[in-house]
């Protein structure tokens, strides 16, 4: 039962994982190296297509986006997080919740249009070599990727503001990791049926239109890979198909669950495992998907080995 309501928030009580007193240590420890491996792996990633001219193609180019964008949003979540597991005032502001919910959805968003993008570049690359250069050309890649973080600038806005004109029950235990959407919602004294409104007007068309646009590249570049008569050729293009694919899926699908469902069906234990997958995995696992399986990477990698 929602108890009294106010007209202002100084800060809210993150709940975390305090509920599980005897795993603090342990998942801090756990947390701390998934995270310094998804920082590490995804700076590798980037210094490595930064210092090798030859990987400054369109393919690296959004691949250096993607590491960077997965480095920014942990960076948003994790350095909290792991405090509050030894913090006994696991606080936040009201304007610091809102900024970190705020910068989150806008990255985690622009990941979403970026790996729409990365699916069409392969599209290209696979379908129409030949004319792979003259379509991704430097102007075209740059407007694809500022056209990401434009687009995806609309519903964490939105949300935002919606959400600084709420009031929240007290006492105001954000019962999350981080200062999710979700996790507000369940605590708010007011109605946020607009909120859930602006949810499906503008993030679940665009959810489904960037999972639609990914479909299609996908069974447009099987249908090519088949006709491919060189068997080498068939796997190369086959392994960047089923990887990209393996990211997408997790990603959009932990998204989905988490955000475009009706807000009865919330849990919010469910969620923070489903906030787990695309903060924790997916940016652990792109660097190894992307980077560490490629051919072309793990030789510039080793060309950078032996020249220090």
Not at 24 to 36: A, E, G, H, K, T
């Amino acid at each position: 039962m929602k108890q009294k309501n106010i007209t202002s928030v100084a800060d809210f009580f993150i709940v975390g994982f305090s509920d599980l007193p005897q795993m603090q240590v342990p998942l801090f420890v756990l947390f701390s190296i998934v995270y310094l491996l998804a920082f590490v792996g995804n700076l590798l990633i980037m210094a490595t297509i930064f210092s090798s001219s030859h990987l400054h193609i369109p393919m690296y180019f959004f691949l250096t986006n993607l590491s960077f964008l997965d480095i920014s949003y942990t960076s948003v979540i994790f350095p909290k997080m792991l405090s509050n597991f030894f913090l006994k005032n696991r606080h936040i502001s009201f304007a610091e919740c809102l900024l970190q919910m705020y910068f989150f959805l806008l990255m985690v968003s622009t990941e979403l249009f970026l790996l729409t993008v990365m699916a069409y570049d392969r599209y290209v690359a696979i379908c129409r070599p030949l004319h792979y250069m003259t379509i991704m050309t430097k102007s075209m890649c740059f407007q694809l990727v500022s056209g990401s973080w434009a687009v995806s600038s609309m519903v964490p806005l939105a949300h935002t503001i919606l959400m600084s004109k709420l009031t929240f029950c007290e006492p105001h235990r954000l019962n999350h990791f981080f200062c999710d959407v979700t996790a507000l919602l369940e605590i708010s004294c007011s109605s946020t049926h607009m909120i859930e409104t602006t949810t499906y007007i503008l993030g679940l068309p665009l959810l489904l239109l960037a999972f639609f646009l990914i479909i299609t590249s996908s069974t447009n570049i099987v249908l090519s890979i088949i006709k491919i008569q060189s068997k080498g050729g068939r796997y190369k293009a086959f392994s960047t198909c089923a990887s990209h694919l393996t990211v997408v899926i997790l990603f959009f699908g932990s998204l989905g669950i988490t955000y475009a469902r009706p807000a009865s069906t919330y849990s919010m234990k469910g969620n923070k495992v489903m906030s787990l997958v695309y903060i924790v995995v997916s940016p652990l696992f792109n660097p190894i998907v992307y980077g560490l399986r490629n051919t072309d990477f793990k030789n510039a990698l080793q060309k950078k080995k032996h020249s220090s």
